[in-house]
T-cell receptor, first 112, second 116 residues
Framework: GQNIDQPTEMTATEGAIVQINCTYQ??????LFWYQQHAGEAPTFLSY????GLEEKGRFSSFLSRSKGYSYLLLKELQMKDSASYLC?????????????FGSGTRLLVRP | GAGVSQSPSNKVTEKGKDVELRCDPI?????LYWYRQRLGQGLEFLIY????????KSGLPSDRFSAERTGESVSTLTIQRTQQEDSAVYLC??????????????FGPGTRLTVL
């Protein structure tokens, strides 16, 4: 079956670094996405990994290991505005739809 | 360069009524997706459109749910005889092409449906 796991909640301090983990088991794989979602708003795209390794984009980095079915999102120099839910999603090419299979999201609270 | 828009933003309805939710994708995006997000949960895939056809309807939870797309643009998700378990945020996303290696889905703000 399709399964994507991430921690439900995390708390971190402003200015610190936080790592949000995601493990997945899916029938197909064509890339892993991280989205940020503030309460009541649309998910916004953060990063995409399809090959193993680290992708860095400013304060955000994302890592992928396909052999381990594992990814993480690393947020550096945390700011209060980073308080949001972070959604891990795997793109599934089965049926040629390339739909995204989402985890339940990790709610991050950044404290002063 | 408008993003994906959805209407209404909020809809409250009585159990048993039909509702229609609308999505306007980003202009030129050929692929369109509908997802559902229940409170505190991740997004569930409902249906995918490529152009005006829907090759993947595998996520529609029952035959009360249907969707159409016209003019390779606007899409409407219809829920007939709504039930309380249909209460959720319905999100629409579009992408330029469905199978591009770095293709990204861009989401609208969603319609919050409450069935009383």
């Amino acid at each position: 079956g399709q399964n994507i796991d991430q921690p439900t909640e995390m708390t971190a301090t402003e200015g610190a670094i936080v790592q949000i983990n995601c493990t997945y088991q899916t029938s197909g794989f064509n890339g892993l996405f991280w989205y940020q979602q503030h309460a009541g708003e649309a998910p916004t795209f953060l990063s995409y990994n399809v090959l193993d390794g680290l992708e860095e984009k400013g304060r955000f980095s994302s890592f992928l290991s396909r052999s381990k079915g594992y990814s993480y999102l690393l947020l550096k120099e945390l700011q209060m505005k980073d308080s949001a839910s972070y959604l891990c999603a795997v793109r599934d090419p089965v049926d040629s739809s390339y739909k995204l299979i989402f985890g339940s999201g990790t709610r991050l609270l950044v404290r002063p | 360069g408008a993003g994906v828009s959805q209407s209404p933003s909020n809809k409250v309805t009585e159990k048993g009524k039909d509702v229609e939710l609308r999505c306007d994708p980003i202009s030129g995006h050929t692929a369109l997706y509908w997802y559902r997000q229940r409170l505190g949960q991740g997004l569930e895939f409902l249906i995918y459109f490529q152009g005006n056809s829907a090759p993947d309807k595998s996520g529609l939870p029952s035959d009360r749910f249907s969707a159409e797309r016209t003019g390779e643009s606007v899409s409407t998700l219809t829920i007939q005889r709504t039930q309380q378990e249909d209460s959720a945020v319905y999100l629409c996303a579009s992408s330029l092409v469905p199978a591009g290696l770095t293709d990204t889905q861009y989401f609208g703000p969603g319609t919050r449906l409450t069935v009383l």
